[in-house]
Structures are given as C-alpha cells and as structure tokens.
C-alpha cells in the first residue's frame, strides 16, 4: 500500500516534468574541450569522465558516492560535486591544498555503476587529460 501511494505522489510530477532524455555520448575530442572550458586555471577541481554517465538524475548515485570521499570541498558545487551529463563527466571540487585518493574516485564511480575513463585536471599551464586507476571489480 506504501508503494502505491508513493507511485501516486510521484507520477504526476514524472507526467509534467517529463523523463530526462540521456544526451548521446560525445566524443573525445568533444569531451576534452568541454572539460577545458569548465576546469581551466581551476587548480582545485577535477572532472572524471564517467562513461555511461549520460543522463543527470541517473547520476544522483555518482554525486553521493564521490560527496563522501575526503577533502572533497562541501562549500562548492552540489555538496562538492557537479555532474555534467553532456559530456559525461563529474567535477569534483577539492579543498584548498588537498589531494584527492584517485582510487577512492575510480571506486566510488564504479560502485554508482559506472566506469571511470579519464581524469581531468589543471597543471597550471594546461588541463591534462590521462587514464584514471581502475577500480576493483
């Protein structure tokens, strides 16, 4: 009875609002320059390319798993982490001076389920772009 009433309450914001539709994944190329445009001279962000991650509110998993993961920076974005549907990817903000565990990352996207590709990151000249830890299975 719980579940039906829930389903009552819920569908007619699913009728008007619509199901979000999933972006199409974009390419390499595509995704890099997107990254660029967000992270550029940001010495205290990350994104991580999240293949599958194409849709927003599917990702709702990605942001509370990678939210929990130390010296993530509540302060900024939604509780330290944006997801870009777009191009696929998750901004993690990271606190000033602080290092993020890469693996503690990769796993968390995993345990979402998703597959973590790439990191992004700011050098200080430019965003470099490289394969990230691969998580246990």
Not at 18 to 24: T, V
Not at 62 to 87: S, Y
Request: hydrophobic letters at 40%; one cysteine or more; proline letters at 4%.
């Amino acid at each position: 009875m719980k579940q039906l009433l829930i389903l009552f309450l819920f569908l007619p914001g699913i009728v008007l609002c619509g199901i979000p539709k999933p972006h199409a994944e974009v390419s390499d190329t595509v995704r890099y320059k997107g990254v660029q445009r967000l992270i550029e001279g940001k010495d205290n962000v990350v994104a991580v390319f999240a293949k599958g991650l194409v849709c927003s509110s599917c990702g709702i998993g990605v942001r509370q798993h990678l939210k929990r993961i130390e010296n993530v920076d509540h302060t900024r974005f939604k509780k330290g982490v944006e997801l870009n549907a777009q191009i696929q990817v998750a901004l993690i903000a990271v606190k000033e001076g602080a290092k993020l565990d890469e693996a503690k990352v990769s796993q968390s996207i995993y345990d979402a389920g998703y597959d973590p590709v790439h990191i992004f990151e700011w050098d200080g000249i430019k965003v470099v772009q490289r394969d990230i830890i691969q998580p246990k299975k």
